[in-house]
C-alpha cells in the first residue's frame, strides 16, 4: 500500500511531553514484509523501504521525523544559550600547519566563523597570507567544500577537488596560483583519489560515470588511475592502471618527489595494501611489484634514486621504516632504517639529509631526530600530553614545521630549525576558552577479559569525585585508528558546564600497533564494545560519575559501536547519540564502498561471519527494553554510511522503547558523512546535540 506523504505528515503528535513521565508518540512507519534467508536463518527487515531514499515515501518520513524531532528540541529553554555559546567558542583563527612548494609557504586557514576554510600562500612566513582559493564563494549556502589538493612541484598549479553536499564524489579543477585563474579543465567522477603531480598535469583515480540517481547508493566498482594533462579534455585523459578481474578493489597513485618515480597501491579493504613501482624516465617501462597481496601497510615516504624508503607494518606491527632497492626488490632483501621500537611508529618526514620520527608513546607523541641512516640524535621536546597533528618537511630545506594539539588547546605550530636543533613557536591561536582551568590526565582500566585499556579524562581542574557529574563518553575503535589527544570546539561547551569528557582508546583502533587492530576485528568485534562498556562501569565504580549522569557517542564506527552497546546494555548510560552511523551489519557491504569494510566487519555471506555480525548488529538486537534517550544523527546525503543505517535503526528502536526516554533521529539535509560541512550546519547540530544532552542529564545552562 502506497502511503501519501501527507498521510504520512499527519501522524505526528501534536504535543510533546519532555518530562521523564511523559510518552512520546512518533510518526507511523509502516512496516513491508521482507524475510531473509542467512545460511538457514530466516531475518525479517520490514524497513526494507527506506533504503531507497530517493523515494517520494522516504522523503515524507524523514520530513515528519525531522517535526517532531525540532518540536521536542525547540521546547529545551536554553537551546539557543548553547548554540550562542558555541558560536563564541568557535569564533577563533585555526592555521592547519604550514607547508613549503616551490619557493611559497601554503597553509589552510579559518578566521573563525567561516563555513569553509581557506587556501593561502606566502613568500615567506614573515609575509602576510594572500588567498590562492577560497571555497566560500563556490555555493550561496557554504555546502560545497574542499576535497582534497595538490600543488605542482614548482608550486605553479593548486590541482583541488570539491565537494557538494558533503559527497563523497569528487570534482577536480585547477587553479594558476599567481594569477588566481582557473582553467578550463574539470575532471568528475573521482572518488578515494588522491592527486599526484608529475610534469604538466597529475596522476588521479576515478569510477566510470554513473546516473545521479544511483550515486549515492550504487556500490562501486572497478577503480582506475588515470593521467590528465593540463589543457586537455578529460576523455583525453590516459588510463594508467585497471583491474578488470577485481571490481571490488582500490587503486591510488603516488608520484617520487623527484618525479623519475609512480608508485602504485592497490587495497581491497582500509587496511593493508598491494604495491608496484615504475621507472617514468621511458614510457615503455613496466611496473615491478614489490608486494602482491594485502596483507599489511606501506608508504613510500621518500627515494633516493632507486633506494625507496618505506614505511610499513611488516613483520612489524607497531611499524617501522625500511629501504628498499628496485635493483633488488624482493622483501628479504629490505633493510631496517628504523626498526620497530616498544612504541608506534605513527610517521616519519625527511628533513634535509635526517629523518623525523613520530612516535606514540601511550596513545601520546613523542619526535625523535635521526641521521639519514636511522641513528637517533636526539628527541625533539613537546609540550606534555599532547598530538602532533602533522610534520611538514623535505630533504631539500633543513627545516620542519609541526603542530601539536591536546584535549584542552587548539592547534600550535612549530618551526625546527635543522642546524640549530631548535624549535620555536610560530601560531598560537587565542580562543574564548580558558584553557587553564582545565585538565586532562590519562587513566588505565580494565576490560572484560583483564586486557589494560588507556582512557583520557578532561575536566575543571579540582573537580570531586562525588559520584554525580555529567559524564561524556565518546568512543571509536575500528579501522586501525588511532584516537589520541585532539582539541574539538563543541566539548568546551560540555567541559565549561562542569562535564567531564572522556576517551578511551578502544581495541580495533591503532593506538598500540596492528595487534591491537585485529583484536577488534570481525569475531573479535565484542571486544571493542566490551572495553567501552568497561570504560562506562569505571567511571561509575570510581565516583566520576553515574549511569544517570553518563551519556555515550560515537560517529561512524563509532555510531556502530553506540548502537551495540546500547542494545546489550541498556541500562548503560542515560543519553546515547550514535552518529553516521554503520548499524545494518548484515547489508552494509551492498552499499557505496562498504564491501570494503569487510576486512575490519567480515560479511554476512560467510556463515561463521554471519554468525559473528548477527550477534551484535544494532538493528537486529534491538528487543523491547527501556532505552537511554537516544538522538540518532545522519545526513540525507551521506554516501560513505547511507543513511538507511540510521532510518532503519530509528523506526526499530521507536517502536520497541517500553520506557518514556525520548528515541529520536536528526536528518540533516544536504549534509553528507561529516567531511567539508560547512560551519553553520556544524555549529546549528552541535548545538542541538549539547541541549539533548544537557537536558536529558538534568543539566542546567
Known sequence: MRVQKTALLSLISTSLCLNTFGQMTYPETKIVKQTDD??????????????????????????????????????????EKVKQRLTALWNYEKVSTIFKKGKLFFSIRNNGLQNQSVVYSQTSLLDNPVVVLDPNTLSSDGTTSLSGMAISKDGTYLAYGISKAGSDWVEIHIKNIATKEDLKDVIKWVKFSDISWKGDGFYYSRYDALTDTKALTQKNEFHKVYYHTLGKPQSEDVLVYEDKQHGDRNFSAQVTHDENYLVIYGSESTSGQSMMIKDLSNPQNKFVTLVANFDNEYAVMENIGNQFYVYTNYKAPRYKLVKVSLNNPSQDNWEDVLAQQDDLLEGVSFCGNRIISNYLKNVSSRLYLHSINGKLEKEIKLPGICKVNAVNSSRDDNFAIYSTVSFTSPEEIYFYEGQAGTSKRIFKPITPFNSNDYETKQVFYKSKDGTKVSMFMTHKKGIELNGNNPCFVFGYGG???????????DRAVFLEAGGIYCVPNLRGGGEYGEEWHMNGTKCKKQNVFDDFIAACDYLVENKYTSHQKLAIHGRSNGGLLIGAVMTQRPDIAKVAIPTVGVLDMLRFHLFTIGRAWSVDYGISENKEEFECLYKYSPLHNVKKASYPATLILTGDHDDRVVPAHSFKF???????????????????????????????????????MWSFVFFNLGMTY
Open 38 to 79: 542467512y545460511h538457514g536463518v530466516k531475518v525479517e527487515d520490514p524497513y526494507r523501504w527506506l533504503e531507497d531514499d530517493n523515494s517520494p515515501e522516504t522523503k515524507a518520513w524523514v520530513e515528519s521525523q525531522n517535526k517532531i524531532t525540532g518540536q521536542y528540541l525547540s521546547q529545551i529553554t536554553y537551546r
Open 479 to 489: 579501522f586501525n585508528i588511532s584516537y589520541t589527544p585532539e582539541f574539538r570546539i
Open 650 to 688: 530509528a523506526a526499530t528502536l521507536q517502536k520497541a522503547n517500553t520506557g518514556t526516554n525520548p528515541t529520536l533521529i536528526r536528518i540533516d539535509v544536504n549534509a553528507g558523512h561529516g567531511a567539508g560541512k560547512p560551519t553553520d550546519k556544524q555549529i546549528a547540530e552541535f548545538a542541538d
